[in-house]
């Protein structure tokens, strides 16, 4: 009985200094330690930190890493004076509507941004606010593409005049490289994606496939939504819902080819993305020049 009651004295005075201290217990004293709840529910039995750091959560590139996604591996776009290398997240700025996050756009030159129509609402006028990837407020107007060195062979590309250039831009006296010529079925590109919530971009490879088969997988034997000059690229990361990536760019070579104008496995679930062309207006029609005398195209007419 001694025994007994030196036992209830200790379970006692257990409980006691427990209730004082907030220790916890489990229901058997006399037993090895063993999880009573679901970890899910109890997450002192497992060192749990939420204050990350930046390094862990943004990895060594500046890019959260995730499961889903893996690895990635933001695109380098080409100058065309200085042939330097910049960033692609350096050119991005963000595109408000009644001071509303709308879609993004990508600065091309010091006074020129590139996004698609698809932006902007019919009933918005043509002045534009933007933020750049340091939180720089800059304005401008969307402009006609012809009055500009930039060619596209639809009417889906918007290209907006700056005001001024923000102040840290790295296209000083300089301009992105973008296409000379229309990209082949199959072609290898990277397409990015800005992701507003992570303020970095998540890009990964893909090919582009024929406007045929894009419009199969579309249902749109009538090409009402995937047209004949679009890029219809082939998107392996599958999402179960419609992503608005509308104006983000399409990199090949290190060259700019086009612009979003439906979003992320839009407009319904298939794996397509669909961009709208864009060239460096003079290079394309030099290419086309140089293609003709390469031919002998004239010759062969005449």
């Known amino acids: 009985m001694g025994l007994l009651s030196f036992w209830i004295f200790q379970v006692i005075l257990s409980a006691a200094l427990g209730a004082e201290t907030g220790t916890h217990f489990h229901r ?7 999880p009573q709840h679901s970890p899910k529910t109890q997450k002192d039995y497992k060192l749990h930190n939420p204050q990350r750091t930046l390094k862990e ?5 500046g890019i959260r890493k995730s499961k889903i996604y893996g690895k990635s591996k933001e695109p380098q776009v080409q100058l065309n ?4 290398m910049v960033n692609l997240h350096q050119l991005i700025v963000r595109i408000y509507q009644d001071n509303k996050y709308s879609c993004v756009g990508t600065q091309i030159s010091e006074l020129l941004v590139v996004t698609a129509t ?5 009933s918005n006028t043509d002045l534009v606010n ?13 402009i006609n593409p012809n009055e500009t060195n930039v060619l596209s062979e639809d009417s889906l590309l918007a290209v907006i005049l700056l005001n001024k250039p923000p102040h840290d831009s790295v296209l000083t ?3 992105v490289q973008l296409c ?8 290898n590109i990277e397409v990015p994606i800005w992701i507003r919530k992570r303020h970095s971009i998540y890009s990964w490879y893909a090919r582009t496939l024929s406007v045929h088969e894009c419009r199969y997988r579309l249902n749109d034997d009538r090409g009402e939504i995937a047209h004949n000059t679009m890029i219809c690229v082939k998107n392996d990361r599958y999402t179960t819902t419609c992503q608005r990536t509308i104006g983000n760019p399409l990199i090949h070579n290190n060259m700019i080819c086009g612009v979003n104008v439906a979003g992320h496995n839009c407009p319904m679930f298939t794996g397509i993305a669909l961009y709208s062309t864009i060239y460096d207006k003079n290079e394309f029609e030099m290419n086309g020049i140089n293609l003709i005398e390469k031919f002998d195209i004239e010759a062969t007419i005449l």
């Open 173 to 175: 006296n300089d301009s």
């Open 81 to 84: 004076k200085s042939l330097k």
């Open 28 to 34: 058997y004293m006399l037993s090895d330690y063993k």
């Open 118 to 122: 698809t932006c902007f609402d019919e």
């Open 57 to 61: 959560e943004n990895g060594s590139q």
């Open 180 to 187: 000379n010529s229309k990209l082949l079925n199959n072609a």
């Open 130 to 142: 933007m933020k750049t990837y340091s939180n720089n407020i800059i304005t401008g107007r969307r």
